[in-house]
Every structure is written in C-alpha cells, then in structure tokens.
C-alpha cells in the first residue's frame, strides 16, 4: 500500500540572530507566511522552509539549499542589487557559474552561513519542475 499524496516539504533551516536572518530572506523576496516562535517562508510554487531559532555552527556552516528559477540572470542582477554583504555582513555571492555536474548555479550565503544554490530551471528535466 502506497502512502498519500504529501502537499509540501519544508526543510527546517538554522539562524543565530532570528531577526536579522528575516529581514534577509524577505530582501531576497521570499514571501513571510507566519512569523512566530518559527518563520515560514514562502519561495514560490508549493515550496518553502521553516526558519527556526536553532543554531549549531557546524550544522548551520554544512546545510545547503537549492532554489531553481526561472531566469537565473535576473536573479543574479537582484542579488548584486542587494548589497548583502554591507547590509547582513555575509559572504559575497558567487555569480553563476556552469557546474560539472551541468547546471549554472550562484552561490548565496545566509547570516549562518546557510549556503544556497541559485540555479536556472530546466523545463525539460523532470526534477526541475514543480
């Protein structure tokens, strides 16, 4: 017997300072369902994450994330517009780069250290669509 259809998976991602790392990810334009003892974030289609006030550096330094857009230029022109290492004092994104694995990614940093992986959907593979 197979189990019932799931509606969303929302991973549980770490911060230090629960504010700062707010602010941040609604820079980023992700959109805020709740915001309670955790924040729910909203990143389109049926995706999501839960910010928990949680935080264990080496977790925290060791979690990725993958966030597939439709126009990876223009999510890239967004991130440079940020300035998000003046305003969160994290590291540099890293502009997007082919991959060998063969996918174009840019790399950015949460207040954490959270690394997530912007990378450019591709309508013809079956995993890229939602």
């Not at 017997?1 to 929302?10: D, L």
């Not at 290492?85 to 694995?101: E, I, K, L, S, Y």
């Not at 840019?106 to 207040?111: E, M, N, S």
């Amino acid at each position: 017997m197979s189990a019932p259809p799931a509606i969303v998976a929302r991973p549980f991602v770490p911060t230090k300072d629960f504010d700062l790392s707010k602010t941040f990810y609604e820079a980023l334009g992700f959109e805020k369902l709740l915001d309670s003892e955790v924040a729910i974030f909203s990143c389109g289609g049926s995706g999501g994450f839960i910010l928990q006030r949680y935080y264990v550096k080496d977790w925290a330094e060791n979690f990725m994330m993958q966030l597939v857009v439709e126009d990876l230029d223009a999510w890239w022109a967004h991130l440079e517009g940020l300035d998000l290492p003046g305003r969160f004092g994290v590291r540099a994104p890293t502009p997007p780069a082919m991959q060998p694995w063969g996918l174009r990614v840019a790399h950015v940093f949460d207040p954490v250290g959270v690394l997530w992986h912007v990378c450019q959907q591709d309508p013809e593979s079956p995993e890229d669509r939602a």
